[in-house]
């Protein structure tokens, strides 16, 4: 059997009427979007796509906590929701520097932008458990490393789960941050999209003018949908994860169903700021 | 074109200097400060029996800290600098303003957890304070004031569409989670649990039973500040430095070949890079300090 073939750990079932009811709620809030701002449904769809990224990516992303802190654990030691926030936070800042490329250019830098950071910081946890703790990697959820093959068990020290940061762990670390970099960063661009159309009209400006306005309201919206769906992924994860092939990984679907909901009611919330003032002012 | 760009690299060397510096000063306050994931032990300590005098402050994670105190030094700076302020005085004092707050939260911070200990016999020690919120507070000050320094450069020097206060918030949670990523593992693992077996991870069972004694007297949270700015601080630095200073470069270097694409490929490739030396580094450490056991011991 492979190491990804083990068995699920607990939670990861799909509870199929919350499903139901989260699916609809979704429909409801595009739906609502249609009736008032028939323009910003396809920027809605964006967002939750986007939100969905990031819940999706945050499961790829080792995450230790406190047991990783004292070399009981596999991972990085720190807090899922943070990780996450990290890489993509800094993956926006790159997608948002190359929004005047395009909607697919500014999402995949925002992504390389959050792989990257994900990169070095992943090198420099094995770089300390290493150099300055003479610990090696091991994994404590798989015999071996479905990646490169490697024996585990022989390689954890007594009275722990592991430590560091395993070949596979490394490279889901990477994934999560492509993920979450593109996914912050492609809300980021939908919302700019809906802001230039409607915040002209409110304050009777031109594009030009309104920019810094939009540029902060889609920036601050994007880094808030961010840390929603990091936060419902690090819930659906409940503590530590060891990556993509951690058993909790295979609790995403039900992560997916939460950040789309979650997305659709946070895009919804942030369309209405703007399209509710335009419908006063007229 | 050339000389925007020979610009834009002294801007992204002075960067990611800076951010080094911010790296290294972030770890340091958090390990002098006792914040992060292993202040769970400082915590745990005293309710299995073992009073100490580690400072105790893990008022939040360090990235949503750090968030709030860059996003509020870099808030402060922009408003100085709308009233026409010299723009480095300006970023001085809105650094020292979030500094003070950040002087409160420990305070709260240290002082709210340590009394909760209260039924387990730990003391509320009043010199902790006065001798090590100074010190947490001078580091903190030093990584807000860089950090921001860092947003000003991207905003007024490289032209990024951010407001200053939300590159703030970016490169805060960035640098907490730069920081306590690197850094956490030394203070908790090789300070905290500096009894345990070397090139080990700490037991399980040892949890809670943190060092408490030091060469003289007892073991303070300045004594692990001294010991963790020797390792941990330098590479947390190295990486958060490393981050800034390569997202900056991709971007002014490669951003205007092919349409965005340059960056794209650029970034790529630093990405590869690095996890073919993670690889090497994972397989210098399974050669050079072998298993623990046998492999059919491990299995058995």
Redesign the interface.
């Known amino acids: 059997m492979s190491a990804l073939g083990g068995a699920p750990a607990g939670g990861a079932a799909m509870d199929p009427i919350s499903m139901v009811i989260g699916l609809v709620l979704a429909v409801v809030f595009i739906g609502i979007t249609f009736v008032l701002a028939p323009l910003a449904v396809i920027p809605l769809i964006g967002i939750i796509v986007g939100g969905v990224l990031i819940g999706f990516g945050v499961h790829f992303v080792p995450v230790g906590?406190?047991?990783?802190?004292?070399?009981?654990a596999p991972g990085?030691?720190?807090?899922v929701a943070?990780?996450a926030?990290?890489?993509g936070?800094?993956g926006?800042?790159?997608g948002?520097?190359?929004?005047e490329?395009?909607v697919v250019?500014?999402t995949?830098?925002g992504a390389?932008?959050g792989?990257?950071?994900m990169?070095?910081?992943?090198?420099?946890?094995?770089?300390?458990?290493?150099?300055?703790?003479?610990?090696?990697?091991a994994s404590g959820k798989v015999?071996k490393d479905p990646i490169?093959g490697?024996?585990q068990?022989?390689?954890?020290?007594?009275?722990?789960?592991?430590?560091?940061?395993?070949?596979i762990s490394?490279?889901g670390g990477?994934l999560g941050g492509l993920f979450g970099g593109g996914g912050g960063t492609l809300i980021y661009i939908e919302l700019l999209t809906v802001y230039e159309q409607y915040l002209p009209s409110i304050f009777n400006a031109t594009v030009e003018q309104i920019?810094?306005v939009a540029?902060?309201l889609a920036?601050?919206f994007a880094?808030g949908m961010f840390l929603v769906n990091a936060v419902l992924a690090a819930y659906n994860i409940t503590g530590t994860i060891e990556g993509p092939h951690d058993p909790k990984f295979k609790r995403f679907p039900r992560a997916i169903v939460a950040s789309l909901v979650a997305s659709a009611l946070c895009g919804l919330v942030a369309i209405l700021i703007v399209v509710v003032n335009l419908n006063l002012t007229i | 074109m050339v000389e925007n760009i020979v610009f834009g690299i002294g801007i992204t060397a002075l960067a990611g200097a800076l951010a080094a510096v911010a790296g290294a000063a972030e770890d340091t306050e958090s390990d002098i400060g006792s914040q992060g994931d292993p202040n769970s032990q400082v915590q745990l300590a005293p309710q299995m029996g073992f009073i100490h005098r580690i400072f105790n402050k893990a008022i939040a994670g360090e990235p949503p800290a750090y968030g709030l105190w860059c996003t509020l030094g870099a808030g402060l700076a922009w408003v100085f600098l709308i009233q026409d302020i010299n723009p480095i005085l300006a970023l001085v004092l809105g650094a020292t303003i979030a500094t003070f707050v950040q002087g409160v939260y420990a305070t709260s911070g240290y002082l709210g957890r340590t009394a909760s200990l209260a039924k387990f016999g730990q003391p509320v020690y009043i010199d902790i304070i006065k001798s090590m919120l100074s010190v947490t507070m001078a580091h903190a000050f030093v990584a807000v004031f860089t950090t921001i320094s860092i947003c000003y450069l991207m905003n007024a020097a490289l032209g990024h569409p951010f407001p200053l206060p939300l590159l703030g918030l970016v490169w805060g949670i960035a640098l907490g989670a730069a920081g306590s990523a690197t850094g956490n593992p030394f203070y908790g693992k090789e300070r905290q649990y500096q009894n345990q077996q070397f090139g080990a991870g700490v037991p399980i069972s040892a949890s809670g039973n943190i060092v408490r004694y030091a060469e003289a007297g007892q073991r303070n949270s300045l004594d692990n500040g001294w010991f963790s700015s020797k390792l941990g601080g330098p590479a947390s630095g190295i990486c958060f430095g490393l981050i800034v200073f390569l997202e900056l470069w991709r971007t002014i270097l490669f951003e205007e070949f092919a349409g965005g694409w340059g960056a794209i490929i650029a970034g790529l490739v630093l990405i590869l890079i690095f996890i073919m030396i993670g690889r090497w580094v994972e397989v210098y450490a399974r050669k050079n300090y072998g298993p623990y056991t046998a492999p059919e011991e491990a299995s058995s």
Do not use: R
Request: glycine share 16%.
């Open positions: 906590g406190a047991p990783a802190a004292m070399g009981q990085i030691a720190t807090g943070m990780l926030a990290g890489a936070l800094a926006l800042f790159g948002a520097w190359a929004a490329f395009g250019v500014a995949i830098t390389i932008g792989g990257l950071l990169a070095i910081t992943c090198l420099m946890v094995n770089v300390i458990y290493v150099f300055g703790m003479g610990i090696p990697a015999e490169t490697d024996t068990a022989e390689y954890k020290s007594q009275g722990t789960e592991g430590h560091g940061l395993p070949f490394f490279v990477v920019m810094p540029i902060s920036g601050m880094i």
